[in-house]
């Protein structure tokens, strides 16, 4: 009899443990969800050139796993920067470098 007891106590201690480890669980889960409510996360927002440019994408995948012929999917054209913003940038990273190699002589 006082092994059946023992079972008894030892399955009513399990369930007093599980109850009070499933409302800590619902306190932590009130807890996160006050923290970050649902909608106040802006990931998702895309804008519509940007939804545009994806189309454009996966049509020219289609088409190419189709074999057809592919559309180019970029239409702005490619910014060059001319030689004397090329020469200006040039200069400048020449003077930083004297002046870290100047100060490096000094310490």
Known sequence: M???CGTFLK?????????RLTSQLES???A???LNPKGASHRGRI???GRARIAVAQRARWAKARGAK????SSRPKRKMSAAAIARI???QKARWAK?????KSA
């Open 28 to 30: 932590l889960n009130n």
């Open 2 to 4: 006082l092994a059946g």
């Open 100 to 104: 870290w190699r100047k100060q490096q």
């Open 70 to 73: 592919v559309v180019p999917i």
């Open 47 to 49: 804008s519509a050139a």
């Open 32 to 34: 996160l969800s006050a």
């Open 90 to 92: 040039r200069a400048a």
């Open 11 to 19: 399955l009513d201690g399990n369930e007093r443990e599980r109850s």
